[in-house]
């Protein structure tokens, strides 16, 4: 059974650019969140989708949105770079009930030049 | 913001059990106990949760005590490939909504 993908793993922008990552989940998953790790605030939630809706989000500015797809695909989109936006994005699948486990990808490392 | 409280950092001998705290000082009534570790550069890897009971399954045990504000995760055999951050997370219905702190960093020296 494949993992989480998530395309690409590594990407280089400039600041003013805009990005959008892509997450494939694990076979039969509906739920899809995404993570921002950085050295300095550690690992973030972001916002999760469910079933094409989001579900919960989190104290990000509105230049990060998000979206799934009916295959349960999600991208997420980071728009006007900031240096500041530098970091490993993660996204977790997962069925999307209660008390159950997160699987990861492996990430996107995003530098903002 | 996490809710959970653990040391930064932790080392043990290889071969020897790992025993990892963590507090929940928060911790609701319908709120699972959630264990993760990441290992550099990788995407954090589940290890195991409860709710009230003790949990054991082929990478750890979990020890939670009765009233649920701390448990306690063990590695009964620490090797060198065990060593990684270790996650404690407290979520409930929410559960993708998952709030990591900054873990304990375990090292497991020969």
């Known amino acids: 059974k494949a993992g989480v993908t998530q395309t690409p793993r590594y990407l280089i922008k400039t600041r003013g650019q805009q990005v959008t990552l892509s997450c494939s989940p694990i076979?039969?998953?509906?739920?899809v969140s995404w993570y921002q790790q950085t050295p300095g605030q550690g690992l973030q939630f972001l916002f999760e989708y469910f079933s094409e809706t989001q579900r919960n989000k989190g104290n990000f500015p509105g230049r990060f949105s998000g979206r799934q797809f009916s295959n349960s695909r999600s991208e997420m989109n980071v728009s006007t770079l900031e240096l500041g936006d530098s970091a490993l994005y993660l996204c977790?699948?997962?069925?999307?009930?209660?008390?159950?486990?997160?699987?990861f990808g492996s990430g996107t490392q995003l530098s903002v030049l | 913001d996490a809710k959970t409280t653990q040391p930064p950092s932790m080392d043990c001998a290889e071969g020897r059990a790992a025993n990892l705290p963590c507090n929940h000082s928060?911790?609701?009534?319908?709120?699972?106990v959630y264990w993760y570790r990441q290992i550099h550069s990788q995407g954090p890897q589940y290890i195991i949760h409860g709710l009230k009971n003790n949990e054991t399954n082929e990478m750890a045990s979990l020890i939670i005590t009765e009233d649920r504000k701390s448990s306690t995760l063990i590695l009964p055999h620490a090797t060198l490939r065990d060593t990684a951050v270790y996650y404690c997370?407290?979520?409930?219905?929410?559960?993708?909504?998952?709030?990591f702190g900054a873990g304990t960093r375990l090292t497991v020296k020969p």
């Open positions: 997370i407290d979520a409930g219905y929410n559960n993708n909504d998952m709030r």
């Open positions: 076979s039969g998953h509906r739920s």
């Open positions: 977790a699948s997962s069925w999307g009930q209660w008390g159950e486990k997160l699987f």
């Open positions: 928060t911790i609701s009534g319908n709120e699972y």
